[in-house]
């Protein structure tokens, strides 16, 4: 690498919610940037004002900020290459323009798109190139003139890039090695529109790079076709010293069979493709969110971390400081990466496993709050501890948990049947009495005594237990009986022992 200083930039279009492969792609730009002590730059590419939805940009920018990625300058940051958003840069653009036509490298072309269709019916496979432009009505075959008169008119153009043929076009990826493409197979790119006075994203895209000072572009692989044409703007813009070195970013494939994962995969599957809920302007339509599924951003962040990259051993679980020092573009795969979901819900189980139970129990109360329960943090707190391992959500806290906080209304039916039996009610009333004359209420005690009442009785040890664990519970599962017991406390433990004797008779 050069000792050019990093500056990466992440360059959405604001036409919709951010896919989460767009996730994954401005993660390694951060991951990136953070290692080599670089820049992230915020762009927005906004030119096709044919496709801008209301309220994209704002739903990238707070999906950044859930996740934890941050950005050092551009739109919403600030910074000294402003403005960031290229609408506003229409001014810049036109001169570069004009750079390209006073050096012959670029032409006006004012073929309508009737013409163009017509060509296209007419000329098999018809390509705007150096083989057919001199047919087309453009500043190359017209009289300056006319050229003049036209704009003078008011007719709409176009500026189209003048591509030499036949020349080798070599395109140097980090992922990828070298591409090499004849310049023949591209087209006159259209690089500006009179209609709006914008350029296009290939014209636009390569002026802010270099006016940004971006040394990696670092995008997705739907763009790799298009990096021969940038390799040949910055040749004619004179900046090859200065351009930015690429990696092209494998794509993320359906979890099932091949193909480019779709937000069809998603619903069809089940699972969000977007980082937060979307609530589409134009459609009224709403697709889920990893932030509203009870995904946590650290366990999103490490999934599509791995997501096309791997740290070269076997390790998984790393947190953003990890993979700022793990992450390597040379070790990114050039083959699709499977978007194995169910590994997704895997990466939250872990991390919830991971976080604090304060933090935990933070997070559920408000579950608890829309459930009716109002409880001390304290408790939430054990509870979470004690029943974290077995959840993959915090969502599913509830069902798992409710117990806790409110008392059995039903008894399963099952576990009824197998584990209360003739003698359950003799057995239940007579350990009330004894946990009810404990003064130490501790499940250490607590087990002394109960185990040492059953021994001195010769009961059934399982049978007392799991009729115990039916009044408390309503069911047949949940953590260690005396580590429930001592959070429901005494009064509410001989309570359920009192209700289920009247109740399962
Ligand atoms: N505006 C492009 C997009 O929407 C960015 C491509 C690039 O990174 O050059 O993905």
Redesign the pocket.
Known sequence: MSDRKVRV?????P?GALHIG?VR?ALYNYLFARQHGGDLIFRI?DTDSSRFVPGAEEYIIESFKWLGIKFDEGVSFGGEHGPYRQSERRDIYKKYVDVLMEAGKAYIAFDTPEELDAKRKEVANFQYDASTRMGMRNSLTLPKEEVDALIAEGKQYVVRFKIEPNEEVHVQDIIRGEVIVNSSVLDDKVLYKSADELPT?HLA?IVDDHLMEVSH?I??EE?LPSAPLHVLLYRAFGWEDTMPEFAHLPLLLKPDGNGKLSKRDGDRLGFPVFPLEWHDPKTGDISSGYRESGYLPEAVINFLALLGWNPGNNQEIMSLEELVQLFDLKHCSKAGAKFDFEKGKWFNHEYIKMKDNTELAELFMPILKANGVDASMDKVVTVVGLMKERVNFVKDLWDTCKFFFVTPTEYDEKTRKKRWKEDSPERMAELAGILEALDDFSAENQEKVVMQWIADKEYHMGNVMNAFRLALVGEGKGPHIFDITVVLGKEETLKRIEKAIKELK
């Open positions: 930039r992440f360059a959405p279009s036409t767009g792609t590419e994203y895209n572009v995008r997705g763009w």
